[in-house]
């Protein structure tokens, strides 16, 4: 079993940044990908990023490529999106969530663990 918890959503002003974290605890998490994925209102869950378990590969959805950077920090077993030069589009609940196998990044259905959600929203 693996839980994890979201912090770090919020309300921020359109070009403005804001970091997400993600802690994780009952599992190997030093030996998991882990990957953020958002809802926006009314759409389906999508992938937003993820990374290796050694920090070493990220991946990202071509939406947030180059504005979001995922990052880890097994010591405390976190995992971080960092949010740059966002857009109202941003605006979701945004998940943790940990890989159950190997494989692709992407599809949900890789994920077997997932967090409660935080809310971020982007103003003009």
């Known amino acids: 079993q693996m839980q994890l918890v979201e912090s770090g959503g919020g309300l921020v002003q359109t070009g403005n940044s804001l970091r997400l974290s993600c802690a994780a605890s009952?599992?190997?998490?030093?030996?998991?990908?882990m990957g953020w994925f958002r809802q926006p209102p009314g759409k389906e869950r999508e992938f937003v990023a993820g990374i290796t378990w050694n920090g070493l590969t990220a991946y990202y959805a071509d939406s947030v490529k180059g504005r979001f950077t995922i990052s880890r920090d097994n010591a405390k077993n976190t995992v971080y999106l960092q949010m740059d030069s966002v857009k109202q589009e941003d605006t979701a609940v945004y998940y943790c969530a940990a890989k159950a196998h190997s494989g692709s990044y992407f599809p949900r259905s890789s994920y077997n663990y997932w967090g409660q959600g935080t809310q971020v929203t982007v103003s003009s």
């Open positions: 009952g599992h190997t998490f030093s030996s998991t990908g």
